[in-house]
């Protein structure tokens, strides 16, 4: 089964940058990052197909959260910058064999397990 591994989070001030990472045992078809806070819903943050490069993003988080990736490394990035407070949140990195990009946590199946980030005002 794919395993899945992120990394990068940590404690930042508002303003401020992050780059997580999520490295895939295996191939997969797509990938997307999630994030849950406290008491809230898991919600999609970006998700993008492997092959081809196809990139879908939440509406508020577009212009500031970039998703990349590095086929060789099979490795999925999430740029995030000018965070806010509200972006804290676990992060999970997930992933799954669909042939579109998808924000709804029941399209995957596999899932990491989550980098916190932290980001203080």
């Known amino acids: 089964q794919v395993q899945l591994v992120e990394s990068g989070g940590g404690s930042v001030q508002a303003g401020g940058s992050l780059k997580l990472s999520c490295v895939a045992s295996?191939?997969?078809?797509?990938v997307a990052w999630f994030r849950q806070a406290p008491g809230k819903e898991r919600e999609g943050v970006a998700s993008?197909?492997?092959?081809?490069?196809?990139?879908e993003y939440h509406s508020s988080m577009k212009g500031r959260f970039t998703i990349s990736q590095d086929s060789a490394k099979k490795t999925v990035y999430l740029q995030m910058n000018t965070l806010k407070p509200e972006d804290t949140a676990m992060y999970y990195c997930?992933?799954?064999?669909?042939?579109?990009?998808?924000?709804?946590?029941?399209?995957?199946?596999?899932w990491g397990q989550g980098t916190q980030v932290t980001v203080s005002s």
């Open positions: 993008i197909l492997v092959r081809g490069g196809r990139m």
């Open positions: 295996e191939y997969i078809a797509r």
């Open positions: 997930a992933a799954g064999w669909g042939s579109s990009t998808s924000l709804r946590p029941r399209d995957y199946d596999v």
